[in-house]
């Protein structure tokens, strides 16, 4: 009886810890899904002062469209590494603008034709198509924490080591989601 006493008890922290490894290993999931967003927010932030100065080269009467996009990039690079809401939030009005301001350079047909603007607007279409992909990556991450953190036994691991449920990286505010209307 000893023995399986013994062994049922050694069965029992074998699982423990695979469980408390699982959950160690889908934070760390989370992690690099975040650090994936962060660095394409980067990629794209370093971009917009060369877009928004070659469009100023063009469009010089659109200052308030190029106000708002270089306030936004530095709003939301000001939003705190750690507090996704908010940078979702910050990033979310950030491509509106962007939206609206590549809605303006249609006017341009100079632009348009405009070599940098054409390179530095591929640039940043594959920057966004990067941070969609870091996004989904990341989401699904938060799911896999989330649904471990809360499901039955591995909680009772994830209660006792404070694992808790991360937040996805989501749009909260509907306006962001509509596509721009830029009237003239």
Do not use: C
């Not at 348009?112 to 591929?122: G, P």
């Not at 896999?144 to 991360?166: D, H, M, T, W, Y």
């Amino acid at each position: 009886m000893a023995w399986f006493i013994l062994a049922f008890l050694i069965a029992v922290s074998v699982f423990a810890i695979f469980l408390y490894n699982t959950l160690v290993k889908k934070r760390q999931m989370v992690e690099e899904g975040w650090s994936g967003i962060d660095v394409q927010l980067k990629r794209r932030a370093n971009l917009i002062p060369n877009l928004v100065e070659t469009v100023k080269g063009y469009a010089d009467h659109e200052q308030q469209t190029l106000d708002n996009v270089t306030q936004l990039r530095a709003s939301a690079g000001s939003v705190p590494r750690d507090d996704v809401a908010g940078r979702a939030k910050a990033e979310g009005a950030l491509s509106q603008a962007l939206g609206r301001l590549f809605a303006v350079a249609e006017a341009y047909p100079d632009l348009k034709a405009s070599e940098n603007f054409s390179d530095l607007h591929k640039s940043l279409d594959e920057i966004e198509n990067a941070i969609q992909m870091a996004r989904r990556y990341y989401n699904g991450a938060v799911r896999g924490l989330n649904v471990a953190v809360e499901s039955f036994p591995s909680n009772l691991v994830a209660s006792r080591f404070k694992f808790e449920k991360a937040e996805y990286f989501e749009i909260e505010d509907e306006a962001d989601r509509v596509v721009p209307k830029v009237q003239f």
